[in-house]
């Protein structure tokens, strides 16, 4: 199961981890990826977004933004898949 997301970001790459809710300024959802980098997600769908799914998203990274959860950078989802 997944989702392709509309728009394009910067170049392209996939990132594979578990999907986290994390409460903090309202809450948001990030992925941690299989190798502990946290990211914050843009975009993506209601069935991307349940905590503790594994998923290999396809996306770009705005590394020079920050999102309000200040985790780390800002993954723009394009497209995903169950891991």
Do not use: H, P
């Not at 309202?26 to 941690?32: A, T």
């Amino acid at each position: 199961m997944g989702g392709r997301m509309a728009g394009k970001g910067k170049s392209m790459s996939k990132y594979t981890g578990t999907i986290k809710k994390n409460d903090l300024s309202g809450g948001f959802w990030e992925l941690v990826s299989d190798s502990g980098d946290r990211y914050q997600l843009e975009g993506g769908d209601a069935k991307l977004q349940v905590e503790g799914n594994q998923v290999t998203i396809e996306g770009s990274v705005q590394s020079s933004s920050m999102g309000i959860g200040m985790v780390g950078s800002i993954l723009k989802v394009d497209s995903w898949t169950s891991s």
